[in-house]
């Protein structure tokens, strides 16, 4: 009978295919002695082991495709050190040959060893270094184990076309599953913003996070769909089931191909209102496919990535040379460099002094507080923003700001950077805009302050939307609160647009809501004049706000702000959305 399971949609789009599922990555070491003549062939079978898992981590190096965010490479190349160190091979075959352990029984025993050891650590760094190697060591036990496992090899043929059913899966498996022609995912773990997830939109292919026990309900091989829209897996579907979600899928494609049309349009609604559709970008490379979409800029490159992987901070060199490319890219068009949004759900393995703590990371010590705070890692970005305004119209960015203060004291490190350029004879561009983000409650309710200090807002929905409503935007027990619809949020994100129009300064939307076409006729309505998008959906949302009509969506969505009538309210968001 048919059944349906839910979870959180991350990456969007219907897909149809056998389920492909894998197994646990635990496996059940016994601790049984080989006998002596067994001894050399059991070291021989853990160094085929080792030497498998290594040539299986590097043909996924050499496939990752073009664009993948670099900090994808250096996940996998730090599994690679692993792997090929002597530590994980040494003792272990000591252990077989002196204690006559078998292979995997010597290789958990390293493990444990190995993990101990790092738990006694101080350096937080290496203490974060664990979950790679449990990652390692079971990629070895895989092939140790192999007869009995599922996980994916490197020529499976069912694959293709496969649905993967997993506990989580790491980045690497997500290039795997493109490789290998998996056409959707679900995994019981994981948030919309891990980036396996960010991996899978930029791949375009369907998946939902956070199905608890999915494999518990699914049997390997049966017919599943999934619709990476709405965040629902259908298992044993019927005819009728499989002839709708076959027809949306082939609507979907059809649709696609009439998007490609959009891409030199401009975008402007059908009442002529012009509006501007930016992209966000996490590489410059990002930004080919914007540009081939026909992004207008943009609105927002987020720098995180360039912090991970990592013990020493950037240096300004390394800053600038990221941004002097990102600029000579997009040649002409506006780019916003958002200064660094480290902490909470973007933790990185730098060594800090002020290392971002406590129970509620979300509410601690993260962007524009951390960077105030530890100005060794703020300073040489600021000034290869400020340099990089000297190449093309470089727009700078605050991430998270709750009081005007902070903006206030960036506004100075920026003058104080351009007076130190002016005497140096360094160039930059004096005019270069510095706005903020609007992401925190208490700033959308005095956007208007922030509007008289700064250049320009940007609304931060994916963090808007966990302040506002108190939800872990990473915790899928109260992912189903995450709503965009909620009425309290959409008065600050109006307040936030009136407050812009008042002081005449430009307020964009850069959060994930302004990406999803179920939103963007309301968007209209409250008047948002301009959106940055993933480039894999400029196109979508470009088709939706050039066949809308913006001035009867103003006045649905005046009518659904000031309801208080809850029936009321959602028979408006019907029209609206
Ligand atoms: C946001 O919070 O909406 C945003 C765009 O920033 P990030 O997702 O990087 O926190
Ligand atoms: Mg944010």
């Not at 060893?113 to 790092?118: N, S």
């Not at 207008?296 to 992987?309: A, D, H, K, P, Q």
């Not at 759900?345 to 979300?362: F, M, W």
Request: aromatic share 6%; proline share 5%; hydrophobic share 45%.
């Amino acid at each position: 009978m048919t059944f349906s399971l839910h979870g959180v949609a991350v990456s969007r789009g219907v897909a149809i295919g056998n389920a492909y599922v894998i197994a646990h990555d635990e496996f059940e070491v016994r601790d049984h002695l080989v006998e002596a003549y067994e001894i050399e062939s059991e070291v021989a079978r853990l160094r085929a082991a080792i030497e498998a898992a290594a040539v299986h981590l590097r043909s996924m190096h050499d496939k990752i495709p073009a664009h993948t965010p670099a900090d994808v490479a250096a996940f996998i190349d730090t599994h690679l050190l692993m792997v090929s160190d002597a530590t994980l091979s040494e003792e272990p075959i000591r252990l077989i040959r002196e204690r006559r352990y078998n292979a995997a029984w010597a290789l958990k025993c390293q493990h444990d060893a190995i993990v101990a050891a790092f738990e006694q650590m101080d350096d937080p760094y290496l203490r974060t270094r664990r979950d790679d190697i449990d990652h390692v060591v079971n990629r070895i036990l895989r092939n140790l184990f192999s007869a009995g496992i599922s996980k994916p090899t490197a020529d499976d043929t069912r694959l293709q076309g496969a649905i993967l059913l997993a506990d989580d899966l790491a980045p690497a498996d997500a290039l795997l599953m493109q490789h290998h022609g998996v056409v959707g995912f679900v995994t019981e773990f994981g948030g919309p913003t891990s980036h396996t997830s960010i991996l899978a939109r930029s791949l375009g292919i369907p998946g939902i996070v956070g199905v608890r026990h999915v494999r518990r309900f699914v049997r390997d091989g049966e017919t599943l769909i999934i619709d990476g829209n709405e965040g629902v897996v259908i298992g044993e579907p019927d005819q009728r089931v499989l002839t709708h979600y076959q027809r949306r899928r082939s609507e979907r494609l059809k649709h696609s191909v009439a998007l490609n049309k959009l891409k030199r349009a401009s975008c402007v609604t059908r009442d002529g209102v012009a509006l501007d559709l930016q992209a966000n970008v996490e590489l410059p490379s990002d930004f080919e496919a914007a540009r081939e979409v026909g992004a207008s800029g943009v609105g927002l490159y987020r720098t995180e990535f360039l912090y991970m992987n990592r013990i020493d901070p950037p240096t300004e060199e390394e800053h600038f040379e990221t941004y002097r490319q990102l600029v000579q890219t997009v040649s002409g068009l506006p780019v916003t460099i958002r200064t660094l949004d480290i902490g909470g759900d973007k933790q990185v393995e730098l060594a800090l002094t002020a290392r971002p703590k406590g129970a509620n990371p979300a509410l601690g010590l993260r962007a524009v507080r951390l960077g105030l705070k530890e100005m060794t890692l703020f300073m040489p970005q600021i000034r290869a923003i400020v340099r990089a305004s000297a190449l093309g119209p470089v727009r700078m960015m605050i991430p998270m700001l709750s009081q005007l203060d902070e903006a206030r004291q960036v506004i100075e490190l920026v003058r104080n950077v351009q007076a130190e350029f002016g005497a140096d004879g360094v160039p930059f561009d004096p005019q270069m805009p510095v706005g903020g983000m609007i992401e925190v409650p208490a700033a959308a309710a005095y956007a208007d302050g922030f509007a008289h200090v700064l250049d320009f807002l940007s609304i931060g929905t994916n963090d808007l939307i966990q302040y506002a409503i108190a939800i872990d935007r990473a915790n899928e027990e109260v992912n189903y609160l995450y709503d965009p619809l909620n009425p309290g949020l959409l008065r600050l994100i109006s307040m936030t647009i009136k407050a812009g129009a008042r002081v005449k300064v430009p307020v964009a939307m850069c959060g994930e809501m302004a990406g999803d076409t179920r939103y963007t006729r309301l968007l209209l309505g409250l008047g948002l004049q301009s959106f940055s998008v993933h480039p894999s959906v400029l196109l979508e949302v470009k088709g939706v706000i050039n066949d809308a009509y913006s001035k009867p969506l103003k006045s649905l969505a005046e009518r659904a702000l000031k309801t208080t009538d809850p029936e009321r309210f959602k028979s408006l968001l019907v029209e609206l959305t």
